[in-house]
């Protein structure tokens, strides 16, 4: 074991690899609050690499419905619930979130799932990862659960009749859509017995080299999040690539320009933001204050990592729901649920401004530049001061020159009275 420095803990943590960062990492912000669960996402990722024979329950991309759901079944809960027996009483967070820049959700004081695998001595020794293998039956439902909300306490499938208002709902339930975090420290790269998973140093994508590959499944078992899948007809592990080849630029649409995931543009619910964060020599986040992902995760703070306390410092970002009991979403985001969803309930100027680059390119965005417009409207939110401005969000690609820019104020355009396609 080494001792590695991760960032999202507050604090260096055992991994069983010594400490190595790439040049840039991808990273990509989901926005819960806008996902409708269409599937869009997964039927494109599913139509690009998944639909051959042996990959019929292998789903990359996924989109699950929380509480209940999940793919596979209680991946989630069956790790926590581990993770629990291991260290009972110190599985918290201390200090303050968003106080101290090298801490930003304070320090988590449990043990990840490396750490937690030391005290799991099993029937042979202690493992690499603490983890589990999913079951045939887990992997057959992705979409089981789907839409079911959580009722009153005690009451299943009773619901509350009042109106439900904001800050939380007393029925909830939310979407939660997934795909391989291409973590800095990743389990299944951890628990590998043959070396055959490795970050690649030019974007921090997570591959698994199908010619060292053995399919001894001891990634699927480590990963927590449950991303390598095994193929049966192959006999060897498969994983989401992060479609490379588009991220290297190599795909003919964006004449040289790294371009993003299939279920990155294929997204009609504009939930999804994709790119390439500058990594310092030590490991963190190197100062890129107008790259979008910099300041969505490092400077407003509104987009958090998916269970951080599991250790791996996944690179996949979410805004949480507005609507959900805080606890739930501090056990499944950490301790900066509260202030993220404050500042996005009443965005500032700049958070407004860069919420809408979202799913305006299939382009990878690397800054914005905003032109402040005119005031447009004022009011009050929760008692705080809102005001909007038709700023003009200007986005720029690899190469500085310019993608796109948008306006905060879309258009209105008024046919003419009795001139439209369907007139007789």
Same mark, same amino acid.
């Given at each position: 074991?080494?001792?590695?420095?991760?960032?999202?803990?507050?604090?260096?943590?055992?991994?069983?690899?010594?400490?190595?960062?790439?040049?840039?990492?991808?990273?990509?912000?989901?926005?819960?609050?806008?996902?409708?669960?269409?599937?869009?996402?997964?039927?494109?990722?599913?139509?690009?690499?998944?639909?051959?024979?042996?990959?019929?329950?292998?789903?990359?991309?996924?989109?699950?419905?929380?509480?209940?759901?999940?793919?596979?079944?209680?991946?989630?809960?069956?790790?926590?619930?581990?993770?629990?027996?291991?260290?009972?009483?110190?599985?918290?967070?201390? @200090?303050?979130?968003?106080?101290?820049?090298?801490?930003?959700?304070?320090?988590?004081?449990?043990?990840?799932?490396?750490?937690?695998?030391?005290?799991?001595?099993?029937?042979?020794?202690?493992?690499?990862?603490?983890?589990?293998?999913?079951?045939?039956?887990?992997?057959?439902?992705?979409?089981?659960?789907?839409?079911?909300?959580?009722?009153?306490? @005690?009451?299943?499938?009773?619901?509350?009749?009042?109106?439900?208002?904001?800050?939380?709902?007393?029925?909830?339930?939310?979407?939660?859509?997934?795909?391989?975090?291409?973590?800095?420290?990743?389990?299944?790269?951890?628990?590998?017995?043959?070396?055959?998973?490795?970050?690649?140093?030019?974007?921090?994508?997570?591959?698994?080299?199908?010619?060292?590959?053995?399919?001894?499944?001891?990634?699927?078992? @480590?990963?927590?999040?449950?991303?390598?899948?095994?193929?049966?007809?192959?006999?060897?592990?498969?994983?989401?690539?992060?479609?490379?080849?588009?991220?290297?630029?190599?795909?003919?649409?964006?004449?040289?320009?790294?371009?993003?995931?299939?279920?990155?543009?294929?997204?009609?619910?504009?939930?999804?933001?994709?790119?390439?964060?500058?990594?310092?020599?030590?490991?963190?986040?190197?100062?890129?204050?107008?790259?979008?992902?910099?300041?969505?995760?490092?400077?407003?703070?509104?987009?958090?990592?998916?269970?951080?306390?599991?250790?791996?410092?996944?690179?996949?970002?979410?805004?949480?729901?507005?609507?959900?009991?805080?606890?739930?979403?501090?056990?499944?985001?950490?301790?900066?649920?509260?202030?993220?969803?404050?500042?996005?309930?009443?965005?500032?100027?700049?958070?407004?401004?860069?919420?809408?680059?979202?799913?305006?390119?299939?382009?990878?965005?690397?800054?914005?530049?905003?032109?402040?417009?005119?005031?447009?409207?004022?009011?009050?939110?929760?008692?705080?001061?809102?005001?909007?401005?038709?700023?003009?969000?200007?986005?720029? @690609?690899?190469?500085?020159?310019?993608?796109?820019?948008?306006?905060?104020?879309?258009?209105?355009?008024?046919?003419?009275?009795?001139?439209?396609?369907?007139?007789?």
């Amino acid at each position: 074991m080494s001792n590695v420095r991760n960032w999202q803990l507050g604090r260096e943590m055992e991994y069983p690899h010594e400490e190595h960062h790439p040049q840039r990492q991808f990273a990509f912000v989901f926005n819960i609050n806008r996902c409708i669960s269409c599937h869009t996402c997964s039927m494109a990722c599913k139509s690009t690499w998944t639909f051959s024979r042996g990959q019929e329950t292998m789903w990359w991309n996924n989109v699950e419905s929380k509480p209940y759901g999940g793919y596979p079944r209680n991946w989630d809960v069956k790790l926590l619930e581990q993770l629990g027996k291991v260290d009972p009483d110190n599985q918290r967070w201390s @200090g303050e979130a968003n106080g101290d820049p090298q801490k930003p959700y304070g320090t988590f004081e449990g043990n990840t799932i490396f750490e937690a695998a030391k005290k799991n001595i099993g029937s042979t020794a202690a493992r690499r990862v603490l983890g589990y293998l999913p079951t045939d039956e887990e992997w057959r439902t992705p979409n089981l659960y789907e839409d079911t909300a959580v009722g009153e306490k @005690g009451h299943p499938m009773k619901f509350t009749r009042a109106v439900e208002e904001l800050p939380t709902h007393s029925t909830w339930f939310f979407y939660l859509a997934r795909i391989c975090n291409h973590c800095t420290y990743p389990a299944c790269l951890a628990a590998c017995p043959r070396n055959a998973i490795y970050k690649r140093p030019e974007d921090g994508i997570v591959l698994i080299d199908q010619e060292r590959c053995r399919g001894y499944r001891k990634c699927v078992e @480590g990963c927590p999040y449950k991303k390598p899948m095994y193929r049966s007809t192959t006999r060897v592990t498969e994983k989401c690539i992060a479609c490379y080849p588009r991220i290297e630029g190599t795909d003919p649409e964006t004449e040289g320009q790294p371009m993003e995931t299939r279920c990155m543009a294929s997204c009609i619910g504009q939930i999804r933001l994709q790119g390439l964060a500058k990594i310092a020599e030590d490991g963190s986040w190197a100062e890129d204050r107008y790259n979008p992902l910099y300041y969505l995760i490092k400077v407003a703070k509104v987009a958090l990592p998916l269970y951080p306390q599991f250790g791996t410092e996944p690179n996949g970002y979410y805004i949480p729901p507005r609507w959900v009991p805080r606890p739930y979403l501090r056990q499944m985001f950490g301790p900066g649920v509260d202030e993220a969803i404050e500042r996005y309930m009443v965005p500032d100027r700049e958070l407004q401004a860069v919420l809408q680059l979202f799913r305006r390119s299939n382009r990878i965005i690397f800054k914005y530049k905003i032109e402040n417009g005119p005031k447009v409207f004022e009011t009050e939110i929760h008692g705080k001061q809102f005001t909007q401005f038709d700023d003009t969000i200007i986005a720029f @690609g690899k190469d500085g020159q310019e993608l796109f820019r948008t306006k905060m104020n879309e258009p209105v355009h008024v046919r003419p009275a009795g001139i439209h396609q369907n007139s007789i």
